[in-house]
């Protein structure tokens, strides 16, 4: 049976969210191709189009394998080996997550003046987003029965070839959706690579904006963009497959077996302290470094610190809660009733999001000024744009979350004649409640650091860190952009605090 005749609320709830965020796309579109074929053609085949291929391409092919080594590598070590203290890995492992990567851009910057192009760019990029392939490949590891990997090494397979054989397969769509969020992050980034004077798409379009507002010169070149995500996206689709990763029953009790390391002890651990300290250790150093500058020249507005924090927290916890509500029809139909509808449905909130904040932004502000002019410079866009920009990382936490509840468990007790509303709330919620906590805080760091769509659709007066701290920093001014900094990274802290409690969770 189709999924509309099963759930048509949530089919259309998926399909409302899928229209509103392909409304960026259709102004992009129609102001890209207003400039007639010819003309459209004869600048998309300049020399500098080839060029700003060349760059996204290469960070992409440099970023995007550096981070799944990265994130898969230390999942395994810290969670299917003898390392020492994991507990403290697994925390370490998860702080970068609590500095923007813009934050980590300026720190490596006042540090290392000269680091700048190609190499710093895949530096500060890698250094900031492996967090996201090892956090769901870290939860899935501790939520995956070690039954199968027991019988294939008794039947005489080596711990290794075991854990191939068993578990990598099951791991394949927690790598695929930390891998695509990395690879949507990499086609939207701006602060990183403006910093880095290193040109991509991002940049080029953020310029193209500068010179004339909106023109359509500005949307082919976010069209070029939009096709380089629709690949992206088709290539995670084929990746992912089809894989089952729930089961009915509890499985196996105890943890799974955990290799010994034995002689790679130290080496793992060497490895890990330099990881961490690339990530962690230097953009927190360079930021004390220049907020004590700022304490001893007595440099600091308090005031304004109080009320930028405020409007940063409570633009973060609506936007998560908005993400949440827009993604999780789309999932629910994606886990419960796979075909062709949910899938074009779901990809089409990745399709949009993969835009950068300033696209997403101009669109929302051209729909409000021509159609809408009352919701023009209100909260309620701006947490839209917020919507559009990160229902993915929502999306696939709570896709990967519900996957985790087997279907069998819902048609149980709708058996015993429990509703829909009551079915989720008392089986599928328990089971993917972590999922859920996941994907908030995921989409609240965003949203507390996002930086183009907030400065183009923030209301008159509406401050947030990111907007301060850019501000300074745009002008070279370490130490008045350091307390924006500071803070930023206080704020993300519980929220990274908690996504290390969802992986510590009791199977």
Avoid at 100 to 111: E, G, L, R, T
Avoid at 252 to 260: D, I, M, S
Avoid at 296 to 319: E, F, K, N, P, Y
Avoid at 492 to 504: E, G, H, N, S
Wanted: charged residues 10%; hydrophobic residues 55%; contains cysteine.
């Amino acid at each position: 049976m189709p999924a509309s005749s099963k759930n048509p609320a949530a089919l259309l709830a998926a399909t409302l969210v899928a229209v509103l965020t392909v409304l960026p796309l259709v102004v992009v579109t129609s102001k890209g191709l207003s400039l007639g074929w010819d003309q459209a053609s004869e600048f998309l085949l300049r020399p500098r189009i080839a060029e700003l291929l060349r760059h996204t391409g290469a960070l992409m092919a440099l970023t995007l394998p550096a981070t799944l080594v990265i994130g898969v590598g230390a999942a395994w070590l810290v969670e299917r080996t003898s390392l020492p203290y994991a507990g403290v890995w697994r925390m370490l492992l998860l702080a970068p997550l609590a500095v923007p990567a813009f934050v980590s851009s300026y720190a490596w910057i006042s540090w290392q003046p000269g680091l700048s192009g190609l190499g710093g760019a895949v530096l500060v990029t890698t250094l900031a987003y492996y967090p996201f392939v090892y956090l769901p490949v870290a939860a899935m590891l501790r939520r995956l029965d070690g039954a199968d990997e027991d019988v294939a090494r008794s039947l005489g397979l080596t711990p290794t070839r075991a854990a191939l054989r068993t578990v990598l397969p099951r791991l394949r769509p927690a790598i695929c959706g930390g891998g695509l969020l990395v690879a949507l992050h990499l086609l939207a980034e701006y602060g990183v690579l403006e910093m880095m004077r290193y040109q991509t798409f991002t940049t080029a379009i953020l310029q193209q904006y500068a010179v004339g507002f909106s023109d359509a010169a500005g949307s082919l070149l976010a069209l070029v963009l939009l096709v380089l995500c629709v690949g992206v996206l088709g290539l995670e689709v084929g990746a992912r497959g089809r894989t089952r990763v729930a089961r009915i029953g509890s499985g196996a009790q105890g943890e799974p077996p955990r290799a010994r390391l034995g002689r790679w002890t130290v080496p793992s651990l060497l490895g890990l302290t330099a990881l961490v300290a690339l990530a962690l250790a230097v953009p927190l150093v360079m930021v004390v470094r220049w907020l004590a500058v700022g304490v001893q020249d007595s440099a600091i507005d308090v005031g304004h610190l109080l009320t930028v924090t405020a409007s940063t927290i409570g633009l973060a916890v609506a936007g998560g809660l908005g993400a949440l509500l827009a993604a999780l029809p789309g999932a629910w139909l994606l886990s419960r009733h796979r075909t062709a509808t949910s899938i074009v449905l779901e990809r089409a909130t990745f399709v949009a999001s993969s835009l950068p904040g300033v696209v997403v932004g101009l669109a929302l502000v051209t729909l409000t000024v021509s159609w809408f002019r009352p919701a023009y410079q209100t909260i309620g866009v701006l947490l839209l744009a917020y919507v559009i920009l990160f229902v993915p990382r929502a999306m696939v936490s709570l896709r990967a979350g519900l996957a985790t509840a087997p279907p069998e468990l819902s048609e149980a007790a709708r058996s015993l004649r429990l509703g829909g509303p009551a079915t989720f709330a008392r089986v599928v919620l328990p089971l993917a409640l972590p999922s859920f906590l996941t994907g908030f805080v995921l989409v609240a760091l965003a949203v507390s650091t996002e930086l183009t769509a907030t400065l183009l659709l923030a209301p008159t007066g509406t401050d947030t860190l990111a907007l301060a701290f850019w501000a300074s920093s745009d002008e070279l001014d370490y130490v008045g952009a350091a307390p924006y900094a500071a803070l930023m990274i206080a704020l993300c802290v519980p929220l990274t605090l908690l996504l290390r409690r969802q992986i510590v969770e009791e199977r």
